[in-house]
């Protein structure tokens, strides 16, 4: 009687799995809750310990690690020395393995969990008799997926039995299964800190140093249609320390490369506000971003930002769209709309421009990502691969006021700034941290009038928004000015006064500080420093 051995912590398909081996004559042997839930099921099982004549102990950590369960599985069968050994011993051979692994990343995830609870979800018994059974896979099928179930049991009804090719796809899975385990495991482990004579799982925000080394493991998506440019291929992997969460593409065509670099640019602006907040992106930079009393409200402020440059841009807000925000974005060219929901209503009206990609994504959990301790960001050079902590303006997470502000914020100047400026400027700030540097931009308290982006002096990132604002027909006198760096003379800042603003902010730091301090005095603008800068290249 061929042997299936059933140990599984995803339950998902199992007992009808069980009741199809079991009426194709397969002896169910099975460990714990798994053999309860076959039990449970109404099927003939027989528990490990059953063969291997030892019980269960401590605690579940040893009950498969036994020489009859993996004997049974290693037996080559075309080996006549391994069969005779199985015999001897009293060995029952194995043919299917079915086993999955206990949920680490699953409890890794969950709030407040304890390092010994991470620990005791480090499987010993899976990993091995799942690598036993892949080494052995021209004689045992191996299944990791239940989502793999019913491939298994057509190759099973298979005249002749299951094809090589089968066999050694179930086997490739197995060990990317054990493998990506192994990287979920080390990942979070190097994340760990002593402290006290304990080790905590979740070190604050900050604290924790960069991994001596780095484990993960990609895995293909599907390929895009091509790179940046047609000539460059190109595809979407998931999988880097943390579990992938998809972004569901709801319409439209296929995203792109560039849409996805643009689509991840605007979705980090719309997490830095709990308001309804809009943001249009175009070659990762904003071409507007505001906040509004809706999405819609806020869409329709970001666009005419800079409405020209705007057009067959990608756009992201922090509501579901609804009918309002799905005619605003269909009144023009979008390429693609990031959004965490859509409404139903809102579907037909969206469909009007079957092309534009409609995504939606979990945004709690993009944010949870983007302001949690988590989260390396990796970057390939010719020299090597790049790694460093994802950049976050923390200092701009609660209001900015006279009265209070976060350590760090200060102002430098003879004038403090109004109510009204320090709203605009910590706006400003929030935006700036998300634009490619060198950069200047011009906002009020809920959007932005004028962006300079990625230029090589702040004189010139300010003469590109000023005329950015001329071709609007859009006056900056009355604005805030932010820059991501501090400016390294006085004429980056008498720019911004020339410009019309009264407030700006930056980091401070520069040799030149008290020359640009005096600058800003002489024009009567208030100035605030942040001490942190936020480049972005």
């Known amino acids: 009687m061929p042997r299936a051995l059933l140990s599984v912590s995803d339950k998902t398909g199992l007992a009808a799995l069980g009741r199809d081996l079991a009426a194709r004559g397969f002896e169910l042997v099975s460990t714990g809750g798994t053999a309860r839930a076959l039990a449970e099921a109404g099927l003939a099982v027989t528990t490990v310990s059953s063969v291997t004549g030892f019980p269960e102990m401590m605690d579940g950590r040893v009950k498969t690690l036994h020489p009859r369960i993996h004997g049974g599985i290693l037996a080559r069968r075309d080996h006549p020395d391994d069969l005779a050994a199985a015999a001897a011993h009293g060995i ?231 009918v309002a925000t799905a005619e605003a974005v269909t009144s023009t060219f979008i390429e693609a709309i990031l959004a965490p929901s859509v409404d139903e209503a809102a579907k037909p009206v969206l469909a009007r421009k079957a092309n534009m990609r409609v995504v939606t994504a979990d945004f709690a959990t993009l944010a949870t990502d983007a302001r949690g301790r988590a989260g390396q960001e990796l970057r390939s050079t010719l020299a090597g691969m790049l790694v460093q902590e994802r950049d976050r303006v923390v200092e701009a997470r609660s209001a900015w006021t006279e009265g209070s502000r976060p350590a760090g914020v200060r102002v430098v100047t003879e004038r403090q700034p109004t109510l009204e400026e320090w709203e605009a400027l910590r706006f400003a700030w929030r935006i700036s941290a998300h634009v490619k540097s060198n950069t200047v931009i011009f906002a009020d308290a809920t959007r932005t009038l004028a962006i300079g982006a990625g230029q090589m002096s702040r004189v010139d990132a300010v003469n590109v928004a000023v005329m950015k604002a001329k071709a609007a027909g859009r006056s900056l006198d009355g604005s805030v000015a932010a820059s991501d760096a501090f400016f390294p003379f006085r004429d980056g800042l008498d720019a911004v006064a020339a410009a019309g603003a009264t407030a700006v902010v930056q980091p401070g730091g520069s040799v030149r500080d008290a020359e640009v301090i005096a600058a800003a005095d002489e024009h009567g603008l208030a100035m605030v420093f942040t001490g942190r800068r936020h480049f972005r290249h």
């Open 92 to 322: 029952g051979l194995i043919d299917v393995v079915i086993v999955n692994l206990y949920p680490f990343a699953e409890t890794a995830r969950k709030p407040g969990v304890t390092f010994d609870d991470l620990v005791e979800q480090i499987d010993i018994g899976g990993p091995s008799m799942v690598r036993a059974a892949a080494k052995n896979f021209r004689d045992v099928l191996v299944v990791v997926d239940p989502r793999r179930y019913a491939d298994l049991l057509i190759e099973l009804d298979r005249e002749g039995g299951a094809t090589l090719d089968f066999r050694f796809s179930l086997a490739l899975e197995a060990i990317e299964h054990t493998g990506k385990y192994d990287v979920d495991i080390a990942s979070k482990l190097r994340d760990c800190v002593v402290e006290n004579g304990q080790i905590a799982p979740s070190p604050k925000e900050g604290e924790a140093p960069l991994p001596s080394g780095l484990s993960f493991r990609l895995t293909k998506q599907r390929d895009l249609r091509y790179g940046e440019n047609p000539h460059q291929k190109a595809a979407l992997y998931e999988g880097f320390l943390e579990t992938f969460r998809p972004w569901e593409v709801v319409q439209g065509k296929e995203l792109s490369y560039t849409n996805l670099i643009d689509l991840d640019a605007a979705a980090r602006i719309t997490l830095e506000f709990s308001e309804p907040a809009a943001v249009v992106v175009k070659h990762t930079n904003p071409c507007g971003a505001a906040t509004g009393r809706s999405a819609a409200d806020a869409y329709v402020r970001a666009r005419e930002a800079d409405s020209l440059a705007a057009f067959g841009g990608v756009v992201a807000v922090n509501r579901a769209v609804d």
